[in-house]
């Protein structure tokens, strides 16, 4: 597919609508995976933890926050592209995409990306907890790279 | 300029065993008012699916103003614009935003859409209810709502499949006033309905399907001469397929 065969502006829009739809229902988006990892955070890192002590000096806690991230961001965008997709399928309103100019590849890409910004958002909302509680600091650059690259 | 409008040409379509549509031809002219009437599950709906691009077909061509609707779909679609029997939005999104969301995947560039959703909330009286979510919008705005959203990116070809069902007197007068403002604008409307005396009064030239095939076609004078009502002949044809069917 050439770039100029590419409906652009059907495109963003879509990833806008999907960003937005996603910020229409923002406690299921950020507070259900936020509270789930500060659960998470406690049994895992605070009780367990304190039970197994250092491993090679490392804390059980800085080797289980990076999975625990990794775990709610992967939830999260997966459920997005298939919660968007079902819940346009059970309202029918993917007749919408699909009576428009857009191609099939277009609209997985719009799912796609609507999937990975809201991975995004969450696994950052998740690192926050970082502010409020004594974890170890986890690079946002490093994370960065580990997201698209590997997480695929 | 290509005079017609849409041609369909043994169109086939199947749900697994079921033929849905077995093999109609149609065309319609550029400005026409067309009436396609059929009894519940005739293949009204699966028509304009395929021809929307809802759904795959089997076999058959279809074209929209000579551009092939499965080659060249992007242009195709571009130029059709369909009004659903069934309200098939977001339902939590607001008015404004379903025309402003739907306005974008037909590719208008930002300013130019702001200005068209101010035009088409104008026409169709909704700018008071721009800002309300669509659940909460009446049986007759959402209706308009359907319209106006067909109508955002200005297409050539308007397909409303039963446009007024559920909708009150008053409300459904105001829709047929602005169907004959669109087609004298120069629209060409096909309009499926169970209401046969609004098609009797809208429409020019009628087909009626009944079990996935072209029952009738011909002008709306060839339906009522004699000096009866569309809804004798509509009967006419229908029971007497049934008949012959049974016999």
Known sequence: ?152 | MNEKALEINNLRKSYGAIDAVKGISLSIKRGEFFGFLGPNGAGKTTTIKCVTGIAVFQSGTIKVFGIDAVRDYREARKKIGLAPQEFNVDIFAKTRDILWYVGGFYGIPRELRKKRIEEILDKFELTVHAGKPFQQLSGGLKRRVMLARAMIHDPDLLILDEPTAGVDVEMRHDLWRYLQEMNKAGKTILLTSHYLEEVEMLCGRIAIINHGKIAAIGDKKDFIEGGHKLEHAYLEITRGEKNNESA
């Open chain 1, 1 to 152: 597919m050439k770039a100029r065969n590419v409906n652009w502006i059907g495109l963003q829009t879509f990833i806008s609508r999907e960003v937005a739809r996603m910020f229409r229902v923002w406690i299921q988006v950020l507070v259900a995976p936020w509270s789930s990892a500060l659960l998470y955070i406690f049994i895992f890192g605070r009780i367990v933890g304190a039970r197994i002590g250092l491993i090679e000096n490392v804390a059980y806690i800085d080797f289980v926050l990076p999975g625990l991230v990794m775990l709610n961001l992967i939830n999260s965008s997966f459920l997005h592209s298939s919660s968007s997709l079902y819940f346009m399928r059970f309202v029918k309103h993917i007749e919408e995409l699909l009576v428009a100019p857009l191609s099939y590849l277009e609209m997985i890409v719009g799912f796609v990306c609507g999937g990975i910004i809201r991975g995004l958002v969450v696994g950052l909302a998740c690192m926050r907890w970082r502010f409020f509680l004594p974890l170890p600091r986890l690079s946002i650059f490093f994370s960065l790279y580990f997201i698209p690259f590997r997480y695929p």
